[in-house]
C-alpha cells in the first residue's frame, strides 16, 4: 500500500507557473512509473505526464514542451514543472503510482488558470 499527497496546486494567470509535488510513502523505485493525470469539470480523467523508473519520459501533446515530469529518488517525491499555463489547464491534477497494471492515486490538487 502507498500514500501519494499532492501540493503546490492554485490559482494563476494566464502564461504564468506553477509547480505540484507528489510525496510518496514509500521507495518509488518499487514502481513502474510514477505520473501526473488531470480531471477536468466534465471531462474523464487524463494523462499530463509519466516517468518510468529509468527515468524515460512520456507526455499529452497538449503539454509537451510546457510542463517538465521529474523525480527525486532520495526524497520519494515526483514533480511536475508547469510554464506557460493556459485556461484549458485548469484541472483536478492527480499523481499516479504505477506497478505492471495496478494504479494508486492521491487526493488531487486544483490548478485553476485564469486572469
Known amino acids: 500500500q502507498v500514500q501519494l499527497v499532492e501540493s503546490g496546486g492554485g490559482l494563476v494567470q494566464p502564461g504564468g507557473s506553477l509547480r505540484l509535488s507528489c510525496a510518496v510513502s514509500r521507495n518509488i523505485f518499487d514502481f513502474n512509473e510514477m505520473g501526473w493525470y488531470r480531471q477536468a469539470p466534465g471531462k474523464q480523467r487524463e494523462l499530463v505526464a509519466t516517468?518510468?523508473?529509468?527515468?524515460?519520459?512520456n507526455y499529452a501533446d497538449s503539454v509537451k514542451g510546457r510542463f517538465t515530469i521529474s523525480r527525486d529518488n532520495a526524497e520519494n517525491t515526483v514533480a511536475l514543472q508547469m510554464n506557460t499555463l493556459k485556461p484549458e489547464d485548469t484541472a483536478i491534477y492527480y499523481c499516479?503510482?504505477?506497478?505492471?497494471?495496478?494504479?494508486?492515486w492521491g487526493p488531487g490538487t486544483q490548478v485553476t488558470v485564469s486572469s
Open positions: 516517468i518510468n523508473v529509468g527515468g524515460v519520459t
Open positions: 499516479s503510482a504505477r506497478i505492471l497494471r495496478n494504479y494508486s
